[in-house]
């Protein structure tokens, strides 16, 4: 299975500010994907990364605010624009082993905004 | 639409006694179905999956899951809990027309006691 690296782990950020989150993946993969999980809360999809096209953003969610790159196989970022408070959560990226196996996630990122 | 439901927030357990965590779903036709644990500041860890097959899954660290269709349940299980095991599990299912997304369950944290 792939192995997943998230940078940073965790942050604490002033309100206003954007923070980009990286992840690098040890193998090609077609599809990453970007999760939120919001204190005391379960995981929410915010957008498919694929290589070589633009991101598909969740309903709730919209590029402004979470633009998504994606420049090859292996990597993507995600970056959270113009924090406010409301934006202090844990980012996940996943990538997607198949049908069998479903999603491998990183390790998260933990953001605080202040 | 497809969800699941975990209908504890939290299950306590002595060490050395068998514990469940429930999960039941709601996903028209065959299931695909996931059990995830995240330990305290890590991303999710995939811990079993229900495709096919036999309804008894077994999956990592000692852990399986039941698969019930008649009662639309997936339930966690492991005959000896330990201290260890403490963690937040999530239920998942995965989109049959979408395989990109997944819908997780509200997370269940299991306390295992000494």
């Known amino acids: 299975s792939a192995v997943i690296s998230q940078k940073p782990s965790r942050d604490i950020c002033q309100r206003g500010t954007s923070l980009t989150i990286q992840c690098q993946v040890d193998?090609?993969?077609?599809?990453m994907f970007w999760y939120r999980q919001q204190p005391g809360q379960s995981l929410t999809l915010i957008a498919t990364?694929?290589?070589?096209?633009?991101?598909?953003?969740e309903s709730g969610f919209v590029i402004d605010k979470f633009p998504i790159s994606r420049p090859n196989l292996t990597f993507s970022t995600l970056t959270v624009s113009n924090m406010s408070p409301e934006d202090s959560s844990i980012y996940l990226c996943?990538?997607?082993?198949?049908?069998?196996?479903?999603?491998?996630f990183g390790s998260g990122t933990r953001l605080t905004v202040v | 639409a497809q969800s699941v439901a975990q209908p504890e927030d939290q299950v306590n357990v002595a060490e050395g006694n068998p514990l469940t965590v429930k999960c039941t779903y709601s996903?028209?036709?065959?299931?695909?179905l996931f059990w995830y644990v995240q330990y305290p500041n890590r991303g999710l860890q995939f811990l079993l999956k229900?495709?096919?097959?036999?309804?008894l899954v077994k999956g990592s660290y000692g852990f399986e899951a039941e698969f019930n269709k008649s009662q639309t349940s997936f339930h966690l299980k492991k005959p000896s809990a330990l201290v260890s095991d403490s963690a937040l599990y999530f239920c998942?299912?995965?989109?049959?027309?979408?395989?990109?997304?997944?819908?997780f369950g509200s997370g269940t944290k299991l306390n295992v006691k000494p």
């Open positions: 996903v028209s036709g065959n299931p695909y």
């Open positions: 998942a299912v995965r989109d049959k027309k979408n395989f990109n997304k997944f819908y």
């Open positions: 990364a694929n290589q070589g096209s633009e991101a598909t953003y």
């Open positions: 229900y495709i096919t097959g036999d309804n």
């Open positions: 193998s090609q993969v077609t599809m």
């Open positions: 996943s990538v997607d082993l198949g049908q069998i196996y479903g999603y491998t």
